[in-house]
């Protein structure tokens, strides 16, 4: 079966250029409205036999052209391969489309969605960027007119309350801050009747089992969903075995961040195969610029792009599903 996805300003348009592609006979797998512009995404898919004669084009120029940039961002050979291998029963030849249709059948694109519908514990190694996330996720909830509230473990290191009550500060928001999980579970007491709740930790060494092991027994204490917020530009081969370590305690998405200042993305592939879903991209650092629901099409934009342009305003698209928190 051939699977295209499909962007356009309306799901009427969207729905006229499927049927001048694949036909009458095509099946809607999956569909979504971006909510920054309005568009919609939808995943398409068709048999070959179905489709309209002449609409099927030579696919080895564009998946040549893929597998060119899969080894230049350092993809781990055996998911080059099973990218590749999806790409000729994909069908097509625009590289960015039979990269994204690729993306979406071997890896998992999960999005927060629209509004947080329960607790959230962010955690990862230091210095990725876990407390610019809350932030970031506390901006986009008032931004919609709803609100979060924001919690932080982060008590040990050295100006970490600090720099979150800044944004909270800015968003008029109150910072509750808990230094055990007895007090961590006492804020999650207040506030579980009337709000979801963002909580920032402290950075973890994923390779310390006893540091894991807290970080599942916060997320018990506080009913949250664990998500890990990791770095772009590591090692493939690091990245995987961190994102697995923490897929050990019950992660199952991941955000990430940092892919301004990244040229290589193989790590980021290798994490998802650990596997674990991409649910949100940071492309800047800036609160404002908030993050971006992670999508393949949009994946596939960051991949074959030219690595010395930067990635500030890249636009974006949803992923075919939302998983809601």
Known sequence: MRLKTFTAPSMAEAMDAIRDELGD??????????????????????????????SLQSPADGIDAVRRALNSH????????????????????????????????????????????????????????????AAKLAARERLAGRTASLATTDTKRAGGVAQLSVFTDILKSKLDVADSRSALAMVMKGNAKSRPTLIDTQGVNPFDPAALGEV?????????????????????????????????????????????????MGGLLA???????????????TIGDGLEPAAPVLLAKLMLKDPGRPTHNTAATVAPKKVAL
């Open 25 to 54: 006979l095509a099946i809607i797998v999956s569909e979504q409205t971006i909510p920054k512009t309005g568009q919609v995404w939808v995943t398409a898919a068709i048999n070959p036999e179905d489709e309209p004669q002449g």
């Open 74 to 133: 350092g993809v781990p050979l055996g998911l080059t391969d099973r990218l590749t291998d999806a790409m000729h029963d994909g069908g097509g030849s625009d590289p960015e489309q039979l990269l994204a249709g690729a993306l979406s059948s071997q890896l998992g694109f999960a999005p927060i969605g629209e509004g947080l519908r329960r607790a959230v514990i962010l955690t990862g190694p230091p210095g990725g960027g876990k407390t610019i996330v």
């Open 216 to 264: 599942a027994r916060l997320a018990e204490v506080a009913d949250a969903k664990p998500v890990l917020v990791l770095a772009a530009g590591g090692d493939a081969q690091e990245t995987a075995e961190i994102s697995a370590a923490f897929a050990g305690i019950g992660v199952k998405r991941i955000i990430t961040t940092r892919i301004d200042c990244a040229r290589r």
């Open 271 to 285: 994490a998802a195969a650990a596997p674990l879903a991409f649910a949100e991209f940071s492309l800047t650092p």
